[in-house]
Structures are given as C-alpha cells and as structure tokens.
C-alpha cells in the first residue's frame, strides 16, 4: 500500500504532471508604461512568457497569425507558452518598440525595471520569462494554446487570481531582502493555476495526452512510467499494474495518447536524459545505467533513434542554451 503522502498521485496523475511544473531560467520585469506605448518581445525557444497587469490596460499581440489584439484588463494575466516573438501594446496604432532596445534597470540578474512610452496615460505590468526543465513539464506546455488569458472576475473561481497577483504586484513595487524568492513562488503559483484553469475551462485539454492523463488507468500508467522509467516495463506488466488485458490496454494507450506505450516508454526515458545531459552532473555511461540500460553503446544508439543527435553533441547544446538566460535574449534581440 502507499504512504498517505503519496495516494493523491494516484487519483490525480495530472496533479502530478503540474507538479513537475518547476520553472528555471526565470527573468522578470516590471514594467511601466505611458501612452502610447508599444514593446516587440522576440522569439525565446523553450521559453513561457507570463504577463500580469496590475493598473491600466494592455493588448497581447501575436503575430504573425493576424488576430486582433488579445486585451487585457486590470487584474488580467496572460501566458504566451511556446516562446513565440509578441508584443504588448496601448492601442492598436500604438508604435512599437524592440524590447531589446529599450533600456532595462536591472535591480539584479534576474530582475529588471523597464520604462517607456509618450508620457500618457500610465500603466503598470509585471511580466516574466520562464523555462521547465523536467520533461512532463515540457510535453504539458507543449500542449498549451498560443495564448492563454484569464480575466479577474471573469472566470469561475479566479478569485485566486486577485488575491496572488496583489501579493505579486506588492512585491515588485520595492525589491526587498529575499524578494526575488517570494516573485519566484508567487509566479510558480500565477502560471501554474492560469494552466490549470485552462485545463478545466477548455476541452481541448481533454484530448490527446492529457485526455489520457485524466483517464483513471492509462493516466496510472504515465504515472507509472514518469516517476520509474527505468523500470523493465512491458505492456503485460503496464496493463497489470491497471488491472486491464494485455489486448485492451495497449488499444487503449495507444488510442489516448497517440502512440504505442514502449514507443512512450523509450521517448520518456529519451527525454528524461536530456534533463539529465543539460545538469552536466554525470556521465552518458552514468544516465544509461540509471535508466535501465545495460550499455553505453545501447543507450546511445536508443538516444540518437529518439532525439536524432548523439547525447554528447545534445549536452553540448544544452549547456550552450542553458548559459543564455532570458535576461541576456531580451538585452541582445
């Protein structure tokens, strides 16, 4: 039998991917703005950007698809999920600016003001830039609609919103000794609710792998296979352990989450060593051995079929992407 601590997993496996939802390589700002005003914010691969208005108004912009301004209310938070070039404007004629150009107070390395516009009407933003590491983490943001908004009175329970973006916006005002921790949980807290409304707000999110991560048993198998990759699964012993035929679970995996589970099974522990490869802490030949591979070589030939590069050349990468903050994207354009 489980510990207590551990039987809400097994009901909630989403609870369990949001909880893996750890975000890394943050940067914030708060900005203030005056009409008109209008900033371009460019591509960040790999890269969620949150964006809290805590007085005035503002409008996400999202080209190149052409849709009108996304707007945004006194309260109102958006998230752009997949590192996509946007912007933050006034008014729709309001002209825009590279963020790149715009000078940055930088109160510290993580943590900057930014000032602009025609010395209008003021508005007041908090925004932030943030990366996930743990790859159930990345397979749920990938999952996310090119902009996800949330009003502060419009949804169904969003009372948390004005409550957690008031403490957020209190706290940037004046940074002050550990304030950088307090911004940090308090925007862990901001993205990961504004998912999690979207999630039960909208039915996409009742599709595809997190469909299946909400259906009682494939959503124990992922779990299952998330938490011991390195386990010796096959399907006989997956549709064991949720109590289903061979036959039924692997149709039912497959139909769910879109492709075979030892298929999954392999691309997990893939993905599972790239976290490992960017930390830099062990070997190739120490993270074949953890996930259950009895050679370096098999390992390596698993990992390049997978991820289409060899896992010394995917470390390289890693690091070299990892020593580029979102701070330093934002300086350089």
Known sequence: MLPASELWTWSDPMGEALHLLRMTGTFYFRAEFSEPWGIEIPPMPDTLWFHVVTH?????VLPPTGEQDVPLAPGGLALVPHGAGHGLRSAPDAPMHSASHIPHDFLSERYAVLRHGGGGERSTMVCGAVRFDHPAARALVALLPPVIRIGATENAGAEWLSGTLGLLAAEVTQL?????????????????QAIRAWIESDPAARTGWLGALQDPQIGRALTLIHRDPAREWTVAALAAETSMSRSAFAARFTELVGEAAM???????MHTAMTWLADDTMTVGEIS???GYRSEAAFSRAFKRVIGVAPG???RAAISSAQVPPSAQLQTG
């Open 56 to 60: 005035g108004s503002a409008a996400i």
């Open 313 to 315: 050349a995917a470390r």
């Open 176 to 192: 002050r000794p550990g304030g950088e921790a307090v911004i940090t949980r308090l925007s862990d807290i901001v993205v990961i």
């Open 289 to 291: 051995g953890r996930l």
């Open 263 to 269: 298929h999954y099974v392999t691309r997990w522990r």
